[in-house]
């Protein structure tokens, strides 16, 4: 039997840290040290709808959730063909 998938090394992966969780106002976002660059950022309700997209320079920055009704949202950090998702719970202000 010939196995067609090749062991894939040195794939960088995207971690991100996602805090406070729940969150009110301010949620805020660092990635991983080896992923830089320019990523995207994305939070969906839950039906998927996406509710904010931009793309983010910096490893590390703040997003203003006042504008988010609570509920429970996914945020995804992607670049290129990698792609990370968390859950996010914003509470009721």
């Known amino acids: 039997m010939i196995n067609d998938i090749a062991p894939q090394e040195n794939k960088k992966e995207i971690n991100f840290n996602l805090y406070p969780n729940p969150?009110?106002?301010r949620i805020y976002?660092?990635?991983?040290d080896n992923f830089?660059?320019?990523?995207?950022l994305q939070i969906s309700d839950v039906s998927g709808?996406?509710?904010?997209?931009?793309?983010?320079?910096?490893?590390s920055?703040?997003?203003?959730?006042?504008?988010?009704a609570a509920g429970v949202y996914t945020v995804t950090i992607s670049k290129d063909d990698y792609r990370a998702v968390k859950k996010l719970i914003v509470l009721p202000r």
């Open 61 to 68: 920055f703040a997003v203003d959730t006042t504008s988010l």
């Open 49 to 59: 709808l996406t509710i904010f997209s931009e793309q983010v320079a910096a490893s």
């Open 23 to 25: 969150a009110s106002d």
């Open 29 to 32: 976002i660092s990635c991983n």
């Open 36 to 40: 830089t660059g320019k990523v995207n």
